[in-house]
């Protein structure tokens, strides 16, 4: 393992007010999402939707990595260049999804735990050799009646770790992801009191599986009320909620904190990361950085709709997201920005 090089890679990913753009679903979950346009769910139009993404022009401006998928990541453009040249030439770095998914827990009826553990080593030695410089792995909790179970947390946490520590083995920076889902009418307490469990939970499991702290990236969930819950909080009340949670709950030594968005809208994402930046940013350990998926993806999704002739305006409009969130980082995001 060369430390020197992760270290100096988790900090590239969090520099320059930048932040991570996941364009890493899954082939049945992009589908999804297609389906719900009426988008062919095709190899090809998941192919030429992740090519306009990635040539974006100008998006290296806010994107300092993009998160892929294995199928993405061995994809060319029309003209036969590789999506990972393409991606470094930018000034990118390119990651790698490298979990199998969230199954069905045995004995935890309502909860996941998430998969790819084995042959973990040889894929990241493949990955990296295609030029991948860091990984992502998500874990999913569940929130409800007598859930999560402790079970379900632990076991999660150090699936985790031992990706993580895998990951630094190959010279991967690996992201640690956490989510404790939106979903359901719990509030913004009851959010709040899972999640500084399940951090605890994952990073005493990183200390126990010895992952080096300074060598990887935490991508967790904000501190929110479930998307039914009939109480939801203002921005800044989310802002504080977030930043305490996470103070009381990662190590300083991590160089940077990369949120999920979690089915927020893509303005309340931006709106909840830019408080949290403007108000405390001076006072804290790590970077509050992004590393999103559907708040930066969604908008340009529905514009491009699976027609070539929409590639311009869909790129116009992705690359306004990560505009907005790279403003978001250094607390200079408002509404005026969204009109522009
Ligand atoms: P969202 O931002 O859409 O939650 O996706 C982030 C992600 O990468 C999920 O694994």
């Known amino acids: 393992m060369n430390t020197q090089e992760l270290i100096n ?11 991570l753009l996941a364009m890493d679903e899954s082939t049945p979950t992009c589908d999804k999402r297609f389906a719900m346009l009426g988008i062919p769910q095709t190899l090809e139009a998941r192919r030429a939707y992740r090519e306009m993404i990635i040539t ?23 003209d036969g260049t590789t999506f990972i040249k393409i991606i470094i030439d930018a000034g990118i770095i390119p990651g790698i999804k490298v979990d199998t998914g969230a199954k069905d827990m045995a ?3 309502g909860e996941k735990i998430t998969e790819g553990l084995d042959g973990l080593r040889s894929r990241l030695t493949e990955y990296s050799q295609m030029g991948a410089r860091f990984a992502k792995w998500r874990a999913v909790i569940a929130l409800g009646e007598g859930l999560p179970s402790q079970g379900c947390i632990e076991a999660n946490a150090q699936s985790l770790a031992r990706y993580a520590a895998l990951c630094q083995e190959a010279g991967l920076v690996p992201i640690v992801e956490p989510e404790v889902l939106m979903d359901g009418e719990h509030t913004l307490g009851r959010c709040n009191e899972v999640t500084e469990e399940v951090l605890r939970t994952v990073f005493n499991q990183l200390y126990t599986q010895r992952v080096m702290l300074e060598g990887m990236i935490l991508k967790p969930n904000m501190v929110l009320p479930g998307l039914a819950c009939p109480k939801q909080e203002t921005v800044d009340e989310v802002a504080d909620a977030t930043v305490r949670c996470l103070l009381r709950s990662v190590p300083a030594a991590i160089p940077g904190i ?20 403007f108000r405390f940013k001076s006072r804290l350990p790590w970077a509050l950085s992004f590393s999103f998926a559907r708040a930066i993806q969604q908008p340009a999704l529905e514009i491009w709709h699976g027609d070539e002739k929409n590639v311009f305006a869909a790129q116009k409009a992705l690359y306004h997201r990560a505009s907005c969130n790279r403003a978001a980082r250094r607390g200079e995001y408002t509404t005026a920005i969204e009109m522009v």
Not at 60 to 74: F, H, K, V
Not at 258 to 271: D, P, R, V, W
């Open 107 to 109: 004995g935890h009826p």
């Open 56 to 78: 974006t022009p100008g998006l290296a401006e806010s994107i300092s990595g993009l998160i892929l998928y294995d199928e993405t990541i061995r994809q060319k453009k029309k």
């Open 258 to 277: 990369a949120f999920l968005s979690g089915g927020q809208t893509s303005e309340l994402a931006s709106a909840r990361l830019n408080a949290m930046n």
């Open 9 to 19: 890679t988790a900090r590239m990913l969090v520099a320059g007010d930048k932040g």
